[in-house]
């Protein structure tokens, strides 16, 4: 790292006009990402246009902040209300809730502020030190390796669906027809439209999260309207040395698995957090509570690898031009407008700004860290409201939020019927999790399939050959393979043979 280099990564420390963009930026995205239904991507967009005149690293700045903070502030209202600001903080919500519901709220919310740090740090340091080579490897994943790794984010409906490993896979299938619906974006004709114009746009996965997590969050918890609100203990939020030493082991894991998976073009933190829930609740042996029931494992590993994706999101956005996630695809934009072209190139042409940008990371995790710890005690007071109050007010930001999207009524209409299915499927015991990643990932695996068909000029044999005639495909295969043994009532009597052939 030359001097030059130095005096670029400490720029936006240096210079107080640029300090206080990046402020204000994580301050706002903290709040604009606790709001369910104002997403990052929606806010870096809009500022796209009121930056386009600035000078480049003002503008930066200022989206850096909201991309960083609004991350991190999802996990505020997946906390308190059950509700996830943002699709990243899906995984969250699971033990999250319980930890609010059980009066922790703020210790809750102080130590995912922490292990967000943490893992946001991790993903910057993996950006500066080993960009090219993570980028490197990320280019070797070809369409048929993204299907097999959207298809390990729908297995983990065996992890997010409770006891019943079918109804996790029932509402991962329904999840993935509706992500189905809208235009082909091969062939441009409609799917699963019925004639109506108003679904060739596809159905808004943040509509159906709005109303599978919020709307039907508020109609099943008129089920207990008259139960006392739980009194939340906010008198210690900043949690203990001892406590971030005890879960820094699961921290890091958690937060590679982040900076990996968010290196992978059109991942994100969605796909990270929940992989990280998964390898969570399948290694720690001994977890403070049961997981969904409050366990802070459950917690920390989501909130690691969300935050450490966002570093890594960045790695095939600076080194390739491909976005990592929905958010750098902006970026790409944003860059292109101030006469920048993300890329191999960009590392030789202009290496200040790579380093700029890392520097301008580090100072967004600063501040995240240290907004993120205040206000607590008033965001813990949403959930000591009654309950005849705070309902219509959860109900009411679900249709404002909803409205805001697209500034249309038809999405609050489908927000309101999926609040409606979402309740139903709760009272029978299906969770709606899987639904959400079936949205999210479905589009993914059609189009990776069909690609990776088209490769093998439509033989299907091939197809096969090619799951285990290339090294990474098949450690792919096997990992899937694994997965979906180890969820069936096959997995404890091989376990079974292997230990009695052990002991022989």
């Not at 806010?43 to 903070?69: E, P, Q, R």
């Not at 207990?224 to 739980?230: A, E, M, T, Y």
């Not at 200040?352 to 301008?360: D, E, I, K, Q, S």
């Not at 180890?486 to 052939?501: E, Y």
Request: charged share 10%.
């Amino acid at each position: 790292m030359t001097g030059s280099a130095i005096s670029y990564f400490f720029m936006a420390w240096t210079d107080m006009s640029l300090l206080f963009l990046t402020a204000i930026g994580t301050f706002a995205g903290i709040y604009i990402g606790a709001i369910p239904g104002l997403s990052v991507t929606m806010a870096v967009s809009i500022l796209i246009s009121f930056t386009f005149s600035w000078d480049v690293n003002a503008a930066l700045a200022l989206m850096v902040g909201v991309f960083c903070g609004g991350v991190y502030g999802g996990s505020r209202s997946a906390i308190l209300l059950n509700i996830p600001g943002a699709p990243a903080s899906i995984a969250t919500s699971f033990d999250g809730f319980p930890l609010a519901q059980r009066g922790e709220a703020g210790q809750a919310i102080g130590i995912s502020t922490i292990v967000s740090g943490i893992g946001g740090f991790l993903g910057i340091i993996v950006l500066a030190v080993a960009a090219p080579t993570v980028a490197e490897f990320a280019l070797k994943f070809a369409p048929r390796d993204y299907l097999l790794l959207a298809l390990m984010g729908l297995l983990l409906v065996g992890s997010l669906s409770g006891e019943s490993m079918a109804k996790g896979v029932f509402a991962g299938a329904l999840g993935v027809t509706l992500g189905m619906v809208g235009m082909d974006p091969m062939t441009a004709e409609g799917r699963f439209t019925f004639g109506y114009v108003s679904l060739l746009g596809g159905i808004h996965f943040v509509v159906a999260m709005i109303g599978l997590f919020g709307v039907s969050e508020a109609l099943f918890q008129l089920h207990s309207i008259n139960l006392k609100p739980v009194k939340q203990d906010v008198s210690k939020i900043v949690p203990s040395w001892k406590v971030i030493l005890k879960y820094l082991p699961i921290s890091l894991r958690c937060s590679l698995i982040g900076v990996i998976i968010g290196a992978l073009p059109g991942t994100g933190g969605d796909i990270a957090s929940l992989m990280a829930y998964d390898h969570a609740k399948r290694t720690v042996k001994n977890p403070s509570r049961p997981f969904g029931q409050g366990a802070y494992e459950g917690l920390i590993a989501p909130e690691s690898a969300n935050n450490a994706a966002v570093g890594g999101a960045y790695i095939p956005m600076l080194t390739l031009g491909i976005p990592g996630d929905a958010v750098t695809a902006v970026f790409i934009g944003a860059l292109y407008i101030h006469g920048l072209k993300p890329g191999p190139m960009m590392m030789i042409d202009t290496p200040y700004m790579f380093w700029f940008m890392v520097g301008n990371l580090v100072l967004a995790n600063t501040f995240m860290v240290l907004f993120g710890l205040t206000g607590i005690k008033i965001f813990a007071r949403l959930v000591e409201v009654k309950k005849g109050i705070l309902i219509p007010c959860i109900i009411v930001l679900s249709i404002v939020g909803t409205y805001a999207i697209n500034n249309s009524m038809t999405d609050v209409y489908w927000m309101l019927c999926f609040g409606v299915c979402g309740y139903l499927l709760k009272m029978f015991g299906y969770q709606v999790a899987p639904i959400i990643l079936g949205i999210i990932l479905g589009p993914l695996m059609d189009q990776s399939y069909r690609r990776a068909i088209m490769s093998t000029e439509h033989n299907f044999g091939l197809f096969l050959l090619d799951l285990v005639k290339n090294p990474l495909t098949c450690v792919l295969t096997i990992v899937v393979l694994f997965m979906i043994i180890s969820n069936t009532r096959l997995w404890p009597k091989l376990l079974g043979m292997f230990s009695s052939t052990k002991r022989s």
